[in-house]
């Protein structure tokens, strides 16, 4: 157990519609990072947020969006979902924003579903 | 565009036997190269990292092999047991830059008694 949790385990949903994944870092860390693993664009790398504030942005669409409330936890929202959104989530948190040895704690994923 | 190739796709190992895989990477800022373990139904998990300024390390069975100038790196697996077979990823990051992984395309790795 990595110490990082996400809920939804599992989200099916239809095309159009909108869903919120949430993400919990592990206790003392400030860095959350979002990514999607799909079968044909595997694991790629979307937004990173450290302490509340964007940090990084990868291959993230405009449909999407994410932030770190206060407490640190993160959200992650897909809007007008369209089918090749299915894939796996993850969250990864680490301590920092990144340096020597900053380590990324993945959690178990969300397995999005989009019909 | 892909930074980072890693092959082979799949792999099947006799138990007790060496697994290797392979990681080449373009971006010549990458100053991070970590391997991540994936059990099916679970997220990754960080098994051994490396930085360019040494060309070998070692955690129990698992050795990270460098070459800086050929911009590859590599994971063997010595002694490979059932409980090894997992998909595995190699990355690779930027320090200071986001710290946002960039990852290979996976191996799913089976090792047979």
């Known amino acids: 157990d990595s110490g990082v949790t996400q809920t939804p385990k599992h989200l099916i949903t239809a095309t159009g519609q909108r869903v919120t994944l949430r993400c919990s870092p592990r206790?003392?860390?400030?860095?959350v990072y979002w990514y999607q693993q799909s079968l044909d664009q595997g694991l790629q790398f979307l937004i990173q947020?450290?302490?509340?504030?964007?940090?990084a942005k990868g291959n993230i669409l405009e449909r999407f969006s994410a932030q770190q409330f206060p407490d640190l936890h993160s959200e992650l929202n897909l809007s007008s979902l369209e089918l090749g959104d299915s894939a796996l989530y993850f969250c990864?948190?680490?301590?920092?924003?990144?340096?020597?040895?900053?380590?990324?704690?993945f959690g178990p994923g969300t397995r999005l579903t989009v019909l | 565009q892909q930074q980072v190739k890693q092959s082979p796709q799949s792999l099947i190992v006799q138990k007790g036997g060496i697994s290797i895989i392979n990681c080449a990477y373009e971006?010549?800022?990458?100053?991070?190269f970590p391997w991540y373990q994936q059990f099916p139904g679970k997220g990754p998990a960080l098994l051994i990292a490396?930085?360019?300024?040494?060309s070998e390390k070692k955690e129990g069975r698992f050795t990270i092999s460098f070459n800086k100038s050929a911009k590859q790196f590599s994971l063997h697996i010595m002694d490979s047991q059932p409980g090894d077979s997992a998909t595995y990823f190699c990355?690779?990051?930027?320090?200071?830059?986001?710290?946002?992984?960039?990852f290979g395309t996976g191996t799913q790795l089976k090792v047979e008694l």
């Open positions: 990355a690779a990051s930027i320090t200071g830059g986001g710290n946002k992984l960039t």
């Open positions: 971006n010549t800022a990458f100053d991070y």
């Open positions: 206790s003392g860390d400030l860095s």
């Open positions: 947020y450290y302490n509340g504030e964007e940090r």
């Open positions: 990864a948190s680490s301590v920092a924003a990144g340096g020597n040895g900053d380590t990324q704690y």
């Open positions: 490396i930085r360019p300024d040494v």
